[in-house]
Structure formats: structure tokens, C-alpha cells
């Protein structure tokens, strides 16, 4: 009689466990959902700035943040504060190739040969934090910087709005860099790039704790005899 107490109640842990993962599972993929309909929504008004570096040696990484700063204070030093989205991109498709050249000066100054090549494209993007800035995952429009092979780890910010730094890490966002995101972008949008950050990460690999269900039986307490 405990042994089949025993079994019900497993199997009733079991059955409310992945009741739970179920539930879970659906709020992660609702939350994925918004989040790329928040991205699709928000893309059209800004642009990012994506770096890809040769390769991930530590001389390659170090380059790769030499000219990411070293591309950021020509842009910005010539377009000033005003610049629109547009004037940006109009800039960085007029000046390409001058703008590759001089990066590939810049990397010989520094004792290396390798090329630079700078695209403006739309390519996906991983959920990132800018400080207490938000941007969903999704396709955006980026100015894609690629040094030599462009097999090294990538460095990304948002080239428009400003909030790409030449020097150091982004620890918040600039003043004028809000007041255009609050142009730009509905309030309701605006909030949700301020949300928090998440206390636990759910995402679609949920769905591989199912698999491990039965074997949790192994882990519970033995039953009394």
C-alpha cells in the first residue's frame, strides 16, 4: 500500500513539474514573441554599429578596438549632434572607401597589415544591455565594420542614437540620446527598452528539460517501508 502511495505521488510530482516547464515554456515563447515584435517596431529608427574582428587573438581583439574607436570619432566628429538616422547613413555610404582606407592606415600605424571593410546592412542582433537600456533581439540596420577575416568576436553598440562611446564601455545611456529615443519612438516602446533585467532566463531550451523527466525519479527521497 506505501509503495503505491508512493508511486502516485511521484507521479504526481512528475505530472505537476511539467505542468510548471509547460506554463514556462509558454511564457518564454509570448515574452520572445513581443520582444521581436518590439524589435521590428524600433528597427527602422536606429542603427548599430557592429565590429568583427580578424580573429580572437589578443593583439586581433585589441586592434578591433582601436579602429571601432578610432571610426567612431571620425563619424561623430563629422556629422556633429544633429545628424538624423538618414545623414548617418548617407555619410558612411558616401565616405566607404575613404573611411576603409583610413582604418587601414591606421592598423599599419599600429604595426599590422589587414583590411577594413565597412558595409551598411541588416543583419540580426542578440538581445543586448546598454546600460539600463534595453534592445530586443531582431534584424536592424547596422554599419558593419569587418577587420581582415572577420572571424573574431564581434563588438556592437547603437550608432544612432548616439550611444556608442569612443573610449571604455557604455554605463548609461546620454541625455540626448533619450530625448531622441522619447521622439522617435512611441511611450509604450520606450518603456519596454527600460524593463529590467530578468532575475532567471527562460528561453526555447526549455523544451530539453522534458526530455529528463523521467530520470528525475532517481532523485527523489526513497520511500519509507
Known amino acids: 500500500m506505501k509503495e503505491q502511495d508512493s508511486s502516485t505521488a511521484k507521479k504526481e510530482l512528475l505530472l505537476a ?22 524589435a521590428e517596431r524600433i528597427a527602422p529608427h536606429i542603427l548599430r554599429f557592429h565590429v568583427l574582428a ?16 578610432f571610426l567612431l570619432e571620425r563619424i561623430y566628429g563629422h556629422l556633429g549632434e544633429d545628424a538624423a538616422k ?21 592598423i599599419r600605424r599600429l604595426g599590422k597589415e589587414q583590411t577594413v571593410s565597412l558595409d551598411v546592412v541588416w543583419c540580426a542582433f542578440p538581445e543586448k ?42 554605463a ?8 531622441e529615443l522619447e521622439e522617435l519612438l512611441s511611450p509604450e516602446d520606450l518603456q519596454a527598452l527600460y524593463a529590467q533585467r530578468p532575475l532567471i532566463h527562460l528561453d526555447f531550451q526549455l523544451w530539453q ?12 527521497p526513497p520511500s519509507s517501508s
Open 17 to 38: 513539474l511539467a505542468c510548471f516547464l509547460a506554463a514556462a515554456f509558454l511564457w518564454a515563447f509570448q515574452a520572445r514573441l513581443e520582444q521581436g515584435q518590439l
Open 54 to 69: 580578424n580573429s580572437n587573438s589578443a593583439a586581433d581583439q585589441e586592434i578591433k578596438i582601436e579602429v571601432k574607436s
Open 86 to 106: 538618414s545623414d548617418v547613413v548617407a555619410y558612411l555610404e558616401a565616405e566607404r572607401q575613404t573611411l576603409e582606407a583610413e582604418a587601414e592606415q591606421f
Open 129 to 170: 544591455y546598454y546600460g539600463e537600456l534595453k534592445l530586443p533581439a531582431g534584424t536592424y540596420e547596422a554599419a558593419q565594420v569587418r577587420i581582415g577575416q572577420g572571424r573574431g568576436r564581434n563588438w556592437w553598440c547603437i550608432l544612432y542614437p548616439k550611444v556608442c562611446v569612443t573610449k571604455g564601455a557604455v
Open 172 to 179: 548609461t545611456v546620454p541625455e540626448g540620446s533619450i530625448k
Open 209 to 220: 528539460l522534458f526530455s529528463t523527466l523521467p530520470a528525475l525519479q532517481n532523485h527523489l
